[in-house]
């Protein structure tokens, strides 16, 4: 459960009144995209539904009848969730904005790249054009949907490409176990050459190209690696 100082308000306003919850900030995405996978006892910092939470007033049972249809604490909840806002103060709405902003700009440099180099975009590139543009972060929208806006928004100032790229590693024997934990998801086909070395080939976004062979030569010092057409 989320304290009361780290806690935020949801806020629905119906009928001249108001009907507020206290989240956790940082789970407010997370519940948005798939309710079950958050527990209203770590979203809440109070199982209550109040009509003031500062002053400790609370609406009446038929009141929240007649708005949510139920006083059932999960429904109102939702509809809070779903329709009202959150009160976030200006510190808490900049932290959070600067963290969509870092993942939303992760994912496009990882998955896309320059069609003239064939490279990944610098991060800073990616980031100062979101800043030139003006596009607007909503700490509460899913970051994948917003990687789509800002893509389309993006490419008629930077390239944007978005490709796969095969990769063929070979590496040592001895170093299999950490190389192979580390690819698994990205293997297509693997196999031992009677020299002992094990090699296999993998399928990434062409964004992550450099920096998976990097991680690679980390576990592997003498790793060999060819990108296949």
């Known amino acids: 459960m989320v304290s009361l100082d780290d806690a935020v308000l949801a806020r629905l306003e119906k009928g001249g009144k108001r009907y507020e919850i206290l ?10 995209e798939d309710p079950e996978s958050v527990s209203l006892d770590d979203l809440l910092a109070t199982e209550e539904v109040w009509s003031d939470a500062r002053g400790g007033e609370r609406p009446t049972s038929e009141s929240l009848e007649n708005v949510f249809g139920s006083s059932e604490l999960y429904a109102c909840v939702s509809k809070i969730l ?8 200006t510190a808490q709405r900049k932290r959070m904005i600067g963290e ?8 496009i440099a990882s998955t896309a790249t320059d069609p003239k180099t064939k490279l990944p975009h610098p991060r800073t590139r990616i980031e100062n054009a979101l800043e030139e543009i003006r ?11 917003q990687v789509q806006e800002a893509v389309k928004e993006l490419r008629p100032h930077i390239p944007l490409q978005f490709i796969t790229v095969r990769l063929a590693f070979k590496v040592q024997g001895r170093d299999y176990g950490g190389v192979s934990q580390m690819l698994r998801d990205s293997i297509q086909k693997e196999e031992w050459l009677s020299d002992g070395t094990w090699v296999c080939v993998v399928s990434v976004p062409g964004g992550m190209k ?6 690679v030569a980390e576990r592997s010092s003498d790793v060999e690696v060819r990108e296949l057409d």
Request: no cysteine.
């Open 210 to 215: 450099n920096d998976l062979i990097g991680k």
């Open 82 to 89: 779903k329709e009202g806002s959150i009160q976030l103060t």
């Open 100 to 107: 969509k902003k870092r993942q939303i700009v992760n994912e």
């Open 23 to 32: 989240v956790d900030p940082d789970l407010v995405d997370s519940w948005k």
């Open 135 to 145: 596009f607007p972060i909503d700490p509460f929208k899913s970051t994948e949907s």
